[in-house]
């Protein structure tokens, strides 16, 4: 009787461990692999490129997007790639920089003066990889087209004419 009840023990710490660990693992949700393009200008005035990122079940779990930054006189300087929640308010933090310490060029800023270099010579190269442990999820994108031109002096000395990126999103851990 003793081990039996000692394996009931057992089981039902067992039970409690693996269901404990389905809801630490449901923090975020398992998404279907994205394989996409982003281009930018996206062919329609006024609208920047957005992509759906899918749940296994089938619901929307993020928005991925690229967002530009204009210098004063108007000319885009920057693209930065955006992962939001799907209900995230426009300011909400990118999921991109878990830390929301942004410094400096990041992966997912893709900067005129740098493309202008050309992508693999750029500061942080033509491939890149983001790993956000924290959502289960892993970001590959690879430039694939770049064009930029020179603008009057000033502090910026490119602006981004086109923009196309090779993106991949997977779970961290498939």
């Not at 461990?17 to 982003?38: C, K, M, N, Q, V």
């Amino acid at each position: 009787m003793i081990r039996c009840e000692a394996c009931r023990r057992y089981l039902f710490l067992l039970l409690v461990f693996l269901l404990a660990s389905e809801l630490a693992a449901g923090d975020h949700p398992r998404i279907i692999p994205l394989r996409t393009t982003a281009v930018y200008p996206s062919g329609f005035p006024g609208s920047n490129w957005r992509s759906a990122i899918k749940a296994t079940d089938g619901s929307t779990a993020y928005v991925l997007s690229m967002e530009p930054d204009f210098d004063i006189g108007h000319h885009l300087i920057t693209l930065h790639l955006v992962l939001h929640h799907l209900r995230d308010k426009a300011d909400a933090p990118n999921l991109l920089d878990p830390t929301g310490k942004r410094h400096g060029l990041q992966p997912y800023d893709f900067a005129a003066k740098y493309l202008a270099r050309d992508s693999e010579n750029s500061a942080v190269g033509e491939q890149r990889r983001i790993s956000l442990e924290g959502l289960g999820l892993v970001l590959q994108m690879a430039v694939s087209k770049a064009k930029v031109s020179p603008i009057p002096a000033g502090q910026y000395r490119y602006q981004i004419d086109a923009l196309e990126l090779q993106i991949e999103v997977s779970n961290l851990n498939p």
